[in-house]
């Protein structure tokens, strides 16, 4: 069965439609974009889209490659200080010359729609709630919750330990109860362990799921998206070897993409009541 995530996200987008205009608020997500990687621009203009469609509000600051640290910096301070920037979101990866630290620090927790700063990261990690989950796991999970997949006491494998999505995903699955391997470039029998997992979860952009390492109870989310040598869309899961063999498989595209958005979108509705606590 395949996991659909671009019809779940649909409904979700939907119903943060309808919860805004039901309210009549306007959150306001800030974006900042430096340099002119083409792929950061397309993520960029798909949540800039979908966020105008639900009814958010966005300003996307753009800034040349060679954009001095403390102009960046300064802005966030006014995005920090604006009462009416319930949101804000820096676009990731940024240039060398501009310290990642001191960016992720500047931004306010309570606008963090990422969950990048120490904060929030920190909150999560000792299993406080949060101001924001972080996008592309929470979107995972609403995905397996949708389908009524069990995650307590289930074995987890996760490939990859990048901070965005291995690591959270990691602590939102012991969180639900899961017995949680992290898997990654070092790991060695990797084979042997994919093996025993009932829920894999791939997040490491290079083709790596093949059919001999899943069973039939497998679930399995793909989270890689890059362009094969045939310049066409995939994943880190060989799709078409795969999916016959197991439970449920996430596409792509189609599956985690969708929902990393409505994921973020829902951050940044919440985000108006987390900055106006007497709305
Ligand atoms: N670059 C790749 N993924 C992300 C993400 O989820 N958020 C931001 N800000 N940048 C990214």
Redesign the pocket.
Known sequence: MILDGKAVAVQIVEKLKAELAKKNVTPQLAVILIGDDPASRV?VRNKQKKAEYIGIKTQLFEYPVDVAEKVVLDKIYQLNNDKNVTAI????PIPEHISREKIIMAIDPRKDV?CFTPENVGKLSIGLKPYFYP??PQGILMLLDYYKIPIEGKHAVVIGRSN?VGKPMSQMLLKRNATVTICHSHTENLEEIIKTADIIISAVGKKIVRCKMVSKKSVIVDVGIYKDSNGNLTGDVDFAEVAPLVDFISPVPGGVGPMTIASLMINVVNSYDDNNPVS
Do not use: E, N, S
Not at 89 to 92: D, E, I, K, S, T
């Open positions: 993520y979101l820096v676009q990731m990422d996008a592309t965005i």
